[in-house]
């Protein structure tokens, strides 16, 4: 519903926006929520805060913000941001490699770090590595997901 508002109201996703960043419990929860739905459906109302979001990527510390916009980052268009591709990798290589993040959180960067391989196929060594890891100490689920990225990995690198 909130995101049927903000397509009447577009000013209003600036509010939803700095809730989310605000990382202040369930209202964050919430509107995370929102911004990723915003992100996902209305693109270009995302944009401007696009940047903003990258540089604050890597100090997020409520897991349902993480959890969303890293959602974002697998669905988001990310061709005409190659100036941030290294804050995204650098987060995303940060959250998939520690284990006291949620299995979703990780999940979110391999699926982010797949996708920049295709522009930056030098990080798929240090990819596969760490893929490598999580199939043998990750948690079940992130261990098979893991699994399935790899043996997908392999087989684009093949010619």
């Not at 604050?56 to 941001?81: A, F, N, P, Q, W």
């Amino acid at each position: 519903m909130a995101v049927d508002v903000i397509s009447q109201k577009n000013e209003l996703f600036e509010e939803a926006y700095q809730l989310c960043m605000k990382q202040e419990g369930k209202m964050a929860m919430r509107a995370a929520r929102v911004v990723w739905l915003v992100a996902e459906n209305m693109p270009d109302l995302f944009r401007p805060y696009f940047a903003d979001m990258v540089h604050r990527l890597d100090g997020l510390t409520h897991s349902s913000v993480k959890r969303c916009m890293l959602k974002i980052l697998t669905i988001y268009d990310l061709s005409d941001e190659e100036e941030l591709h290294g804050l995204i990798i650098d987060a995303c290589f940060k959250y998939m490699n520690d284990p006291a993040e949620d299995v979703s959180i990780r999940g979110y960067s391999v699926s982010v770090l797949e996708r920049m391989v295709k522009t930056y196929p030098e990080i798929s060594g240090e990819l596969m590595s760490a893929l490598q890891f999580l199939i043998d100490n990750g948690p079940d689920t992130l261990a098979r997901y893991s699994e399935k990225r790899l043996k997908s990995l392999y087989r684009s690198a093949i010619p």
